[in-house]
Structures are given as C-alpha cells and as structure tokens.
C-alpha cells in the first residue's frame, strides 16, 4: 500500500527555522517526485515546489522560491521542507504530494496526511 | 501563471442530484486539467486526471470533460459522501494552478 506519511504538527515563533517532513512507502520512493502543497486556513490549494528523489532535481513555484528549501534523503525514502526564517504568515497546512513525473499533465495520486505549521509570537 | 477559475463556488444539493462544476482556464491547457475532491480536516483525493481520465478506485458517477479552456466535473447521482469541496488544477505549465474550489452542501 503507497503511503505518504508526514511529520506532526510545529508551532513555532517568527524568525525560528522549521523542518517537515514526508516518508514514502510501499513503492519505490525514487521513481516518483514529490511536490510540497500549501493550504492557509480557510483557503484553497497552492504548489509550491517538487523534487526529482532519483537526482534531488527541484523547481519551485515564484511564489515560495528563495523562500523554501525542498530536499530529499532517499536512503530513508523522505522529502523535506524547510524554512530558515518563519513568518507568522507561514501559519497553513503543508501537503506533500506524489506524482510519476514532473512532466506536463501528470496528476498528484497519492497525498501526505498533512503538517500544520503554526507561527506566533 | 496561468489563473483558474470555478464556478458556482459553492452550491446546495440533495442527494440523488445531478452536479456540475465548471472551471476555466485563462489561456488553453489542452487536456491538462485534474480534479480532487477534499474533505473538511483531510488531504485532497485525486478524482479525475487529463480532463476526463477516472481514476482507480474513484466511482463511476464521477466524470470530467472539456479541453482548452472549458472544463466540467460531473457527479451523475450526489451521494452523502460527495459532500466535500471540488478543486481543478492545471499541468500544462509552471507553476502549476489549482481554482479556487466549489463547496458542495446539503441542501
């Protein structure tokens, strides 16, 4: 059974640095990219990045780049996004997300259970 | 980046309805068009993929249709557990897009 499971919830303080991450299993974690999704409370879904495992290959949306850092350790099959610098406006749900390549028109299949990051002074 | 719109963005209905959901594209994104479904407090589930592809698992009153800039999502028989949020997303180009959701209530 493919699974994504994400670490757990982190409250945090502006200006504080922050790591979360995704563990895959039950297929071969290097063959398929995964993409980090943010959803602010209330609100609907944006990408923001994905990682290539087999090379650690990254693009990231404009809006999040010089922002994040997508990374990967594919011996232990898990992605990782981090800030170095939190703002209270980086308060929202973080999904990763697992798709077959990076290719045009390849869908998110299979999805993490969610991180929630909150940031307040 | 290329912007998606949806329209209703909410809508009440009863079970055993027909719902449509539209969403727009604001340049042409040939069939590169998914839809999710998400629940209140989970991550989004994959319905739909390359306009009108059903995928596994996903029940057959679920289905898509259009290209270009014009695309539908619909439900055939609204079901108690259909009750969720609808959001389409583009790949044909980065940075990838999703619209900003239809809310499906009961009515």
């Known amino acids: 059974e493919v699974q994504l499971v994400q670490s757990g919830a982190e409250v945090k303080k502006p200006g504080e640095s922050l790591r979360i991450s995704c563990k895959g299993s039950?297929?071969?974690?290097?063959?398929?990219?995964i993409s980090w999704v943010r959803q602010m409370p209330g609100k609907g879904l944006e990408w923001m990045g994905s990682i290539d495992p087999s090379d650690s290959y990254t693009n990231y949306s404009p809006s999040f780049q010089g922002h994040v850092i997508i990374s990967t350790d594919k011996s232990i099959s898990t992605a990782y996004l981090q800030w170095s610098s939190l703002k209270a406006s980086d308060s929202a749900m973080y999904y990763c997300a697992r798709r077959a390549s990076d290719s045009t028109g390849y869908p998110f299949d299979y999805w993490g259970q969610g991180t929630l990051v909150t940031v307040s002074s | 980046d290329i912007q998606m719109t949806q329209s209703p963005s909410s809508l009440s209905a009863s079970v055993g309805d027909r719902v449509t959901i539209t969403c727009r594209a604001s340049q042409s994104i040939s069939n590169y068009l998914n839809w999710y479904q998400q629940k209140p407090g989970k991550a989004p589930n994959l319905l739909i993929y390359t306009a009108s592809s059903l995928q596994s698992g996903v029940p057959s009153r679920f289905s898509g249709s259009g290209s270009g800039t014009d695309f539908t999502l619909t439900i055939s028989s609204l079901q108690p557990e259909d009750f969720a949020t609808y959001y389409c997303?583009?790949?044909?180009?980065?940075?990838?897009?999703f619209g900003p959701g239809t809310k499906v209530e009961i009515k």
């Open positions: 997303q583009q790949r044909y180009s980065t940075p990838e897009t």
């Open positions: 039950g297929y071969s974690f290097y063959t398929y990219w």
